[in-house]
């Protein structure tokens, strides 16, 4: 194992150290519906991610960016069950380089106010080392990180993102695989709970109305109890100045030895 590489796995296990226990929170699957304009006026810094060449996937984008919210392109990619309709601009398994690359550089052009990218579905694809390694060679081009959706626990992508340097964190909880009031209550409670060990977490949801109701009663109480809200980026960002710290000691005590 190489110090970097081990040095990332260390750092999987430690909290990052910030002044607040810090969540994120992304809402997927934007841009389908014209109620999705309506989640823009959700309180403080939620993520959003955007479902590539959907009808209104532009216009959120476009109002999102005027009043500084964090995008991401939500890019559908194949799923182990084949039967599930991936939707337009999907990666899928029987794509070379060329058309992989293509379709998901058509996808980032239609979406240029992007800070990062995560899957959508993707049980499949995100086991699939070929595939990863185009999609990271190009998101290392482009400056983006990489959030995994964690759509199956074999997935590989953030593996291959470190291998080709490209920033990246996972979703812990998904806030709304189930909709009901005491089902959203418990997830948060399981957010909470991570960031508390951790100093930080990430949850996932989407934008169903039960979903969207919860959240914009349940995001003010956040702050009141200790958490702070914050773009998906500041994640990324404190992930690896804690790495680069990491590093720093792990010369100072080479340097010590010597």
């Known amino acids: 194992m190489n110090l970097r590489k081990g040095l990332l796995l260390t750092l999987c296990c430690l909290p990052l150290f910030c002044q607040a226990k810090q969540i994120a929170i992304v809402i997927d699957d934007i841009g389908n519906h014209q109620r999705d304009l309506d989640i823009l006026n959700l309180p403080g810094q939620v993520t959003f991610s955007i479902l590539p060449h959907t009808p209104y996937s532009q216009i959120f984008a ?140 990430i949850a996932i949801a989407h934008p169903y109305p039960e979903t969207v109701a919860f959240l914009h009663h349940a995001l003010p109480e956040l702050q009141q109890q200790g958490f702070e809200l914050v773009p998906l980026s500041q994640l990324v960002e404190n992930k690896y100045i804690q790495l680069a710290k990491a590093e720093q000691k792990q010369a100072e005590h080479r340097t010590n030895d010597e």
Do not use: C
Request: charged share 20%; glycine share 4%.
């Open 62 to 201: 476009e109002r999102a960016s005027k009043t500084n919210k964090e995008l991401l392109l939500h890019i559908p990619m194949q799923a182990l069950d084949k039967t599930k309709a991936l939707g337009p601009g999907a990666l899928t398994d029987s794509m070379s380089k060329t058309q992989l690359q293509t379709t998901l550089g058509h996808a980032l052009a239609s979406l240029p106010q992007v800070k990062g990218v995560n899957n959508h579905m993707g049980s499949e694809l995100t086991q699939l080392t070929e595939p990863m390694k185009w999609t990271m060679e190009l998101l290392k081009k482009r400056g983006l990180y990489f959030l995994d959706s964690r759509t199956t626990s074999q997935s590989e992508a953030q593996n291959i993102a470190n291998l080709y340097g490209v920033a990246n964190v996972s979703r812990h909880v998904f806030l709304d695989n189930i909709v009901t009031e005491s089902q959203l209550k418990h997830q948060l409670e399981e957010l909470k709970l991570k960031a508390t060990h951790f100093n930080y977490a």
